[in-house]
C-alpha cells in the first residue's frame, strides 16, 4: 500500500500552482499580442497622406506609393520612358496569349479568351480570364479582366485600362478569385520617339495586406523590363481594321 506524505501533496500542490501561473501568463501574454496587433492594424488603417510618395528612383524608373487614409492597401505608381511607337505598343499590349501572360508574369499559368476583342465608340476591348500560381501555402489566383486600349486624337495619348470582372469567373474550385485590379498603362508621346509611360496599379490579390503593400521592387523590376517585352511580338490574328485610329505622334 503506498503511503502519500505531506511533503508529496506539498509538491503536487506547488507542481499545479506553477502551470495555473503559466497558462495564465501564456493567456495574458495572447491577449497582449493580440491588442497590439489590433492597435496597430487601426494605427495604419487610418494612417497615410493621400499623396504620392516616391519609394524608388533608379536607372530611369520611378516607383510611388499612396496610402490613403481608411484603406490597408496602397496603391502604386510607376514612371519611366521608353523608345517605342503606338503602333508597337498596341501590337504587344492586345496579345492576349499565355506566352504573352507568362513574358509578363512568369506566374501565369492559364489563359483564356471570353470575349474576343471588339470595337465601340470610345475603344477597342476585349474580356481575359487568367490564372497565377502562388509559392506555398498560398493557393493559385484566377481573375477576369476587362482590357480596354483607346487613343486621345489631339495629344495621341494611348491608354489602356485593365479592370476586373467579378461576375464572370468560370465554375471552378481551383483558385481564390481575385474581385480587385485597377490598372491604367497610360502612354504619353514626348517627342524625339520617346513615350513617357505612367502605370498607376491597384490591386488585391486578397493576400495579408502586408504582402501585398510590400510589391515596390516587384513592380520596379516589371517596369525595368519594358523596353524588352515591347520588343516581343507574337501576333496571331491581323487586328489592323480593330486599331486603325491608332496614329502616330508627328514630332
Given at each position: 500500500m503506498t503511503t502519500v506524505t505531506a511533503t508529496d501533496e506539498t509538491?503536487?500542490?506547488?507542481?499545479?500552482?506553477?502551470?495555473?501561473?503559466?497558462?495564465?501568463g501564456a493567456l495574458m501574454l495572447v491577449l497582449v499580442a493580440c491588442a497590439a496587433l489590433f492597435v496597430a492594424h487601426i494605427t495604419w488603417k487610418y494612417s497615410g497622406s493621400?499623396?504620392?510618395e516616391?519609394?524608388?528612383?533608379?536607372?530611369g524608373v520611378k516607383v510611388y506609393s499612396l496610402k490613403t487614409p481608411g484603406d490597408v492597401l496602397k496603391k502604386f505608381k510607376m514612371v519611366r520612358r521608353v523608345h517605342t511607337s503606338m503602333r508597337q505598343i498596341v501590337d504587344v499590349m492586345s496579345d492576349t496569349s499565355?506566352?504573352?501572360?507568362?513574358?509578363?508574369?512568369?506566374?501565369?499559368?492559364?489563359a483564356q479568351i471570353i470575349e474576343p476583342w471588339q470595337k465601340d465608340a470610345k475603344s477597342v476591348h476585349s474580356l481575359n480570364y487568367y490564372?497565377?500560381?502562388?509559392?506555398?501555402?498560398?493557393?493559385?489566383?484566377?481573375?477576369?479582366?476587362?482590357?480596354?486600349?483607346?487613343?486621345?486624337p489631339q495629344s495621341k495619348v494611348l491608354?489602356?485600362?485593365?479592370?476586373?470582372?467579378?461576375?464572370?469567373?468560370?465554375d471552378n474550385n481551383c483558385c481564390v478569385h481575385v474581385t480587385h485590379i485597377?490598372?491604367?498603362?497610360?502612354?504619353?508621346?514626348?517627342?524625339?520617339?520617346q513615350v513617357e509611360?505612367?502605370?498607376?496599379?491597384?490591386?488585391?490579390?486578397?493576400?495579408?495586406?502586408?504582402?501585398?503593400?510590400?510589391?515596390?521592387?516587384?513592380?520596379?523590376?516589371?517596369?525595368?523590363?519594358v523596353p524588352t517585352l515591347l520588343s516581343i511580338q507574337r501576333k496571331q490574328y491581323d487586328y489592323s481594321k480593330l486599331f486603325d485610329f491608332i496614329q502616330e505622334p508627328t514630332n
Open positions: 509538491t503536487k500542490t506547488r507542481k499545479t500552482s506553477l502551470f495555473g501561473w503559466l497558462m495564465r493621400n499623396k504620392w516616391l519609394v524608388i528612383d533608379r536607372n499565355l506566352q504573352h501572360c507568362t513574358d509578363w508574369n512568369p506566374s501565369c499559368v492559364a490564372r497565377l500560381n502562388l509559392p506555398s501555402p498560398f493557393s493559385p489566383r484566377d481573375l477576369v479582366f476587362r482590357e480596354d486600349i483607346s487613343q486621345d491608354t489602356v485600362h485593365l479592370v476586373t470582372v467579378p461576375d464572370r469567373f468560370p485597377d490598372n491604367e498603362w497610360r502612354w504619353t508621346p514626348v517627342g524625339n520617339g509611360l505612367v502605370l498607376t496599379d491597384e490591386l488585391d490579390p486578397r493576400l495579408p495586406y502586408f504582402m501585398t503593400n510590400a510589391r515596390a521592387e516587384q513592380l520596379y523590376k516589371l517596369i525595368s523590363h
